[in-house]
C-alpha cells in the first residue's frame, strides 16, 4: 500500500510539470555534479548515480524520460515548479516518469543513492 501511495503522490508531482517550458535547464550531471556521477553514456541512455548525504541539496536541473531506482531510499522534499512535496522513499523503490524539471533535498539522516537511467 505504502508503494501505491508514494507512486501516486511521485507521479501527481511529476505530471503537474510534465509540460512545463524547457528553458535552458541543464541535465542533472551538469547542474550538479557533486552529486549525480556519469556512469555511461551512448545515443539511446544516460546512467547516472545520485548520491544526496543528509541536507545536501541539488541544484535545479532536467530529466529526460527516465526509470530510478532507489539503492538507499530516505527523507527528500522534491520542488517543481508546482509544488513541494517531502517524501519518504523505501530502499529500492523504482518508479518511471516522463520528462521534468526540479530540485531534490535529502531532508533526512541518512544518505539517500540512486541509479538513474534516462531516455536520450
Known sequence: ????????????????????????????????????????????????????????????????????YFEKGGKATITTTEKDMTLEIPDGYVMWHDQWEHRVKNVGDTTITAIIVEKK
Open 1 to 68: 500500500m505504502k508503494k501505491v501511495v508514494l507512486t501516486a503522490v511521485i507521479s501527481a508531482l511529476l505530471f503537474g510539470n510534465a509540460f512545463a517550458e524547457n528553458t535552458r535547464v541543464e541535465s542533472a550531471h551538469i547542474a550538479s555534479p557533486n552529486q549525480y556521477e556519469l556512469l555511461l553514456e551512448n545515443q539511446v541512455v544516460t546512467v547516472l548515480k545520485m548520491t544526496l548525504k543528509p541536507g545536501e541539496q541539488d541544484n535545479w536541473h532536467k530529466h529526460n524520460a527516465e526509470t530510478v
